[in-house]
Every structure is written in structure tokens, then in C-alpha cells.
């Protein structure tokens, strides 16, 4: 389909994988106005920045990796949490982009951004490769593809080991496979697909600034040793297309077992001043579901009309923890639960061409959720439901000039962590009530944009939004987790522009502006924690089939408040990325990337609120607490194709 929105895009692998990354969750920045970042070890889940949310860990941007959701709700860690690490770059076959609640295909996590990640059925040619580089970082992949029967079979494999700058390596141990085989075409075929991850870590957390300062660690110190993790993925999926006279229609399905236990320490000896704060947050679940879709054509009226109706299932079986824990030793249980959840979405859009320069689309969406909590204190054990209509709407005028004008307005949700519409005492005493929290929260959202190709060889556009939210999702760092907050609003532009004057030349510039702010005026500020205002950034790109090639990637990350009153700023941060090599006629590839190239000393992270050293007043310490970004690092890759 035609793009409905100036903000929507498709970029493709080759175009991800030219730009220098250091994990795999960076290339997902190729869409314009998103942030990716770390503020713990490399088997985390990405923190992500966008349209003025900080989204923790995948609040509210929905990703998927071939018609898998990623996103994960009640999440012993966060609400929303999107572990992208499994990914393999190299394997991307295209990324498409949508932002805004204005798709009726989109439902949770989907009001801020939606990204689309498909595979390729199958490679050019075979690849090997291998990468070296600082700070003990090494990388093998080997991944090609082969005739079998009808079909191809697909098949990767990717094993990677990392310790970081830290003064305690993350001694990253992650294996990570693919194994796809499919018959016909896109529109006509199938495809059957195996993934598997597995990834073993220690992790620096965040660290109290005045530790920093007074010299009790160093930049690259913790204050807890023995924090880190485990996790794994395993999934099947399938994929169905067939096309006829009586339109398109796909069908995908897909079983995923995942796995996660994580032990952190962000304040320290606050709450427990003999044992330490340190916890552990399990998340073990099995969830499977359905995307069946059918897309046809008509005349509605005598005009060319294109409909498409969908159905989405998805079912959790989830085990969630939490725990307290001295040296990744179990002292006591604070809550553990066994939840059921599922949701249902049933969709629909009718885009009608009205004339060569107008076209529009309305959409409607109804989406259902029902759950059961098994606490383990019975008095937050319950059932929860909630269902949602949101409908959807969209204008295009032109193209004049090569240029055309779009306009979006839609209702969107995100759902809350089920255990907190059914909880009534807190799981720490058993005792003291807490209300209860909706499962199913409303968006809504308006957007107004131009793209035009008017000069040649540049595709530039330029997006207006605003975004309501009845409840913002926050991330609490002292716990370790997302809670409902109160109402907001974002109003933001967003200027993206790619330019290429040469077959061998290329330059792109995203700038996006966002004033994010609390709509109930709270005496305590309007501001929002951690919502950035700018960012932006800049890439140039040069390079042929054969020959040198190179990139150079900026990205700034502006200044963010850290407390409601906005008395407390994080700091910006201007990071380049460089890469330069050479193809070699025989399929022989040498590669050099150098990551932070001017050594830029900030951080990936900020966040302010109470900790506590040894010695410290019994109350605590309000402190910023701030996850460094890793100094200059350079990687040498050889590859073959073949």
C-alpha cells in the first residue's frame, strides 16, 4: 500500500546495515527521531527514546520481528518490555515504520510507533564473517541460503562475546539461530521459521553520580558486582499468502517460549541496610498467537476502493517474580504470580481513491482483554477485563509537483501490567491497601505532514503531531519497573530528509522536536521524566558493490528533565559513528568500524531519585544516577560471500 502518513517509511537491510551499530538494538536506529540505549548489561531489553516518551524498554513503540509481536505485557520488569537482542542485522530483508495511533492494524504498545522487522527468505549469496574488536569483543556469523524440493531453506547462526569497558566485564555469552524454509512468493507461498537465543551476562547499572565524584568508583565502576542476567527465545511461526480473484490473504502464526531472570541494584543499602537492595525479577512465559488479514479491491460508489479486514490473537501463560536477593542469593519473596492474559483485536480500513489527487482511509479497531491473576497473596489474585474502540482516520492530497499532503487523526490504548488491575494490598506487607489501575488506558492522536521529491534526488517530510495519553507510563528506577502515571500530552515536528546526488552517495538529516508535559498541572511540575525535547541526526554514506565504502553517523540526544519541576537536567549527548572498507571482486569484505569516535565522555542514561551508600543518613540521598556511555572502540570485521 501507499503510504497514509508523512511520518510512515520503509527502509531496507542494505540501508540498516550501512550505518556502524554497537549492539543490535541501535539498528533499529535507521527510523527517524528514535534513540536506543543501554543502562545495564548487553542482555537487556534497549532502553528507547521517541515523539517525546522515554519508553523504557519498549512502552509504547510496538516492535515485531516477522509478524512476531516482541513486546511482552506484565513483564516482571517492565510493562511493554522489548528484548530486540535476538536480532540478526544481516538477516533483515526490510524495516517498515509507522508512528502515531492512526492504524487500525496496530494495536497495544503501538500509540507512540510501530516497527515492523521482516526477515529475507533468502540470500544473494552465503556469508561468513568474523569481528574483532576492543574491549574483548568478538563475533562469528555464518548464514546462507539452499535449494531444497521446492523451496529454500534458510539457515543462520550467530555467537557473540563482549565484556565492555567496565571495571567488571559483562562477560556476554550469546548464541542466537535461525532456521527458516519457504516455497513461492510473497503473495503466493509459505514459509516455516525456528528461531533460538540464548544470552548470559553480568551488567554495570546505573551508578550514583556521587560515587563517581568522590572517587569510590570509577566511570566504568558498580556498586554491585554480582548484578546481571540470563535470557532466552525460542519460537516457531509460520506464514501463509495466497492471492486471487477475490483479493489477498495472509495468515501468520507463531509459538514463543521466553525466558528472563535478571538481579539489580539501584539503590544500594536504602531499603535494607545490612543485606543490600539488590533484586531479582523473574519472567518465564509461553505465548502464542494468530494475525489473519484479507486484503480486496471494489468500487465503492463507482470509485477505486481498497478494504482490508483482520483478526490478531495472542495468549500469555506467564510466571512473574519478584525477589529480594543478596549476591544473587534468594533472602525473600516479595510477590510471585502465575497470569493468564489474552487479547483479541478485530480491524478494519477502507482506503477510496476519489480523484488523482485526493485519497482516504478510515479504519476501526475493537480490542479485548481478559485475564486472571494467581498470587501468591490470594488478596491480589482476581480477574480483569476491558475492551476498546478506537477508530481511525487519514487524508492524501496530491501529488503536485511531486509533493503530497497527509493528514492523521486516530484512538489508540496500551494496557497496564494485568496485576495491577486486580491488586488490592501491597506484596510487600500484605497489608497496606493500594488501588487498583485500569487494564486498557486510552491515546489520542493527530498528525499533519508534507512529503515532497519537488528537488531532485531528495525525499524530505515534514510531520506535525499531537499525542494525548489519559495515563503515562513511567519508569520508576529505584524499582526497577513501569507505573501508570498521570495524563499527558505531546506536541512535536519532525523534519526527515534523504538526499542522494550520486548511485555511490548518499546523506540523510532527521530533526524532531517534542514538548512533552503532565495535562492535570500537579503543584509538584508539568514536566515529564526523561522525555527528550530534541534529537536528531545525520549520516553519510558512499560506496559500491565492489570498492571502498564508508559511513559517518551522528546522532544527538538532547538535555531531558529528570524530576517534575524540571530542577534537574540530564545531560545531552554527541556521538559519531564511523566505518570504512573495501569489497573485493572476489567476495572478500574488510571492514573497520570505530564506535564513539571523539571519545565523547557522557551518558546513555540518567536517572534522579533516592539512594543510599554505606554511611550515609538512614533516609537516603537524592542523586542522579547515571549509566556511562562506552569511550572510543574500533572493530575489524572480515567477511566472504560465496
Known amino acids: 500500500m501507499q503510504p497514509t502518513a508523512a511520518s510512515a517509511v520503509t527502509f531496507t537491510g542494505q540501508q540498516v546495515n550501512a550505518i556502524p551499530f554497537s549492539r543490535p538494538g541501535e539498528a533499529l536506529e535507521i527510523v527517524p527521531g528514535l534513540i536506543v540505549t543501554q543502562h545495564s548489561g548487553e542482555g537487556k531489553a534497549n532502553q528507547y527514546f521517541l515523539r517525546g516518551f522515554n519508553l523504557d524498554h519498549g512502552t509504547d513503540l510496538a516492535i515485531s520481528v516477522d509478524g512476531m509481536p516482541v513486546n511482552m505485557p506484565t513483564h516482571g520488569h517492565g510493562q511493554g518490555y522489548a528484548d530486540i537482542n535476538f536480532l540478526i542485522p544481516e538477516l533483515i530483508r526490510s524495516v517498515n515504520v509507522r508512528k502515531g495511533p492512526y492504524f487500525a492494524d496496530v494495536g497495544d504498545f503501538g500509540s507512540a510507533g510501530a516497527v515492523d522487522i521482516?526477515?529475507?527468505?533468502?540470500?544473494?549469496?552465503?556469508?561468513?564473517?568474523?569481528?574483532?574488536?576492543?574491549?574483548?569483543?568478538?563475533?562469528s556469523l555464518a548464514a546462507g541460503s539452499y535449494d531444497v524440493g521446492a523451496g529454500t531453506l534458510l539457515a543462520a547462526f550467530d555467537a557473540t562475546k563482549y565484556n565492555g569497558p567496565w571495571d567488571v566485564g559483562d562477560d556476554v555469552r550469546k548464541l542466537n539461530g535461525v532456521l527458516r524454509y519457504s516455497q513461492g512468493t510473497v503473495t503466493d507461498g509459505f514459509?516455516?521459521?525456528?528461531?533460538?537465543?540464548?544470552?548470559?551476562?553480568?551488567?554495570?547499572?546505573?551508578?550514583?553520580?556521587?560515587?563517581?565524584?568522590?572517587?569510590?568508583?570509577?566511570?566504568?565502576?558498580?556498586?554491585?558486582?554480582?548484578?546481571?542476567?540470563?535470557?532466552?527465545?525460542?519460537?516457531?511461526?509460520?506464514?501463509?499468502?495466497?492471492?486471487?480473484?477475490y483479493g489477498q490473504t495472509d495468515v501468520s502464526a507463531y509459538v514463543i517460549r521466553s525466558d528472563l531472570r535478571l538481579f539489580n541494584d539501584f539503590t544500594y543499602y536504602l531499603d535494607d541496610p545490612v543485606n543490600g537492595d539488590q533484586f531479582s525479577q523473574l519472567d518465564g512465559r509461553t505465548l502464542g498467537g494468530i494475525d489473519a488479514r484479507h486484503t480486496f479491491d471494489?468500487?465503492?460508489?463507482?470509485?477505486e476502493t481498497q478494504t482490508r479486514v483482520g483478526v490478531q490473537t495472542r495468549y500469555d501463560d506467564?510466571?512473574?517474580?519478584?525477589?529480594?536477593?543478596?549476591?544473587?542469593?534468594?533472602?525473600?519473596?516479595?510477590?510471585?504470580?502465575r497470569v493468564q492474559e489474552g487479547n483479541v483485536g478485530i480491524w478494519t480500513d477502507s482506503t477510496t481513491r476519489w480523484t488523482g489527487w485526493l485519497r482516504t482511509t478510515v479504519g476501526l479497531r475493537e480490542d479485548f482483554f481478559a485475564g486472571h491473576v494467581f498470587s501468591d497473596t490470594p488478596e491480589n489474585s482476581g480477574n480483569a477485563q476491558a475492551s476498546m474502540m478506537s477508530p481511525k482516520a487519514g487524508i492524501v492530497l496530491g501529488p503536485w509537483f511531486k509533493t503530497e499532503f497527509y493528514g492523521n487523526a486516530g484512538y489508540g490504548l496500551?494496557?497496564?501490567?494485568?496485576?495491577?488491575?486486580?491488586?488490592?494490598?501491597?506484596?510487600?506487607d500484605k497489608v497496606t491497601p493500594l488501588d487498583r489501575v485500569p487494564l486498557l488506558v486510552r491515546s489520542r492522536g493527530a498528525e499533519l505532514g508534507i512529503r515532497t521529491k519537488a528537488i531532485p534526488d531528495l525525499t524530505s517530510s515534514l510531520a506535525v503531531f499531537v499525542l494525548d495519553f489519559d495515563s503515562e507510563l513511567l519508569f520508576v528506577g529505584d524499582a526497577?519497573?513501569?507505573?501508570?502515571?498521570?495524563?499527558?500530552?505531546?506536541?512535536?515536528?519532525?523534519?526527515?530528509?534523504?538526499?542522494?546526488?550520486?548511485p555511490w552517495l548518499g546523506f540523510d538529516l532527521d530533526v524532531a522536536y517534542t514538548k512533552a508535559r503532565f495535562t492535570d498541572y500537579d503543584v509538584v511540575g508539568?514536566?515529564?521524566?526523561?522525555?527528550?525535547?530534541?534529537?536528531?541526526?545525520?549520516?553519510?554514506?558512499?560506496?559500491?558493490?565492489?570498492?571502498?565504502?564508508?559511513?559517518?553517523?551522528a546522532r544527538y540526544f538532547g538535555p531531558r528533565p529528570l524530576v517534575e519541576d524540571d530542577s534537574v537536567r540530564s545531560l545531552s549527548s554527541f556521538i559519531v559513528n564511523a566505518r570504512v572498507g573495501y569489497n573485493f571482486d572476489n567476495g572478500l569484505r574488510l571492514q573497520l568500524d570505530v564506535l564513539n569516535l571523539f571519545d565523547t565522555r557522557t551518558n546513555q542514561i540518567e536517572y534522579y531519585y533516592l539512594s543510599r551508600l554505606p554511611g550515609e543518613p538512614i533516609e537516603g540521598v537524592a542523586d542522579r544516577h547515571v549509566h556511562s556511555a562506552e569511550p572510543l572502540a574500533v572493530r575489524l570485521t572480515a567477511a566472504a560471500k560465496f
Open 191 to 245: 514459509s516455516l521459521t525456528a528461531m533460538a537465543y540464548s544470552n548470559g551476562w553480568n551488567s554495570t547499572d546505573q551508578v550514583a553520580q556521587r560515587a563517581i565524584d568522590q572517587g569510590i568508583i570509577s566511570r566504568w565502576g558498580t556498586l554491585d558486582p554480582t548484578d546481571g542476567g540470563t535470557s532466552s527465545r525460542f519460537s516457531v511461526s509460520g506464514k501463509w499468502s495466497q492471492s486471487s480473484v
Open 118 to 139: 521482516d526477515y529475507v527468505k533468502r540470500l544473494p549469496k552465503n556469508l561468513a564473517e568474523v569481528t574483532y574488536g576492543s574491549f574483548g569483543y568478538a563475533r
Open 298 to 303: 471494489w468500487r465503492f460508489a463507482g470509485l
Open 526 to 553: 508539568d514536566h515529564i521524566p526523561g522525555a527528550p525535547a530534541w534529537v536528531a541526526s545525520g549520516a553519510v554514506t558512499f560506496g559500491t558493490e565492489t570498492g571502498w565504502f564508508g559511513t559517518l553517523k
Open 414 to 428: 496500551h494496557s497496564n501490567d494485568i496485576r495491577g488491575a486486580t491488586i488490592t494490598v501491597d506484596p510487600n
Open 480 to 502: 526497577g519497573t513501569t507505573e501508570p502515571s498521570r495524563p499527558s500530552r505531546r506536541v512535536g515536528a519532525e523534519w526527515t530528509n534523504h538526499y542522494k546526488p550520486l
Open 318 to 337: 506467564i510466571h512473574v517474580g519478584l525477589f529480594k536477593t543478596a549476591q544473587r542469593n534468594l533472602l525473600s519473596t516479595v510477590r510471585e504470580d
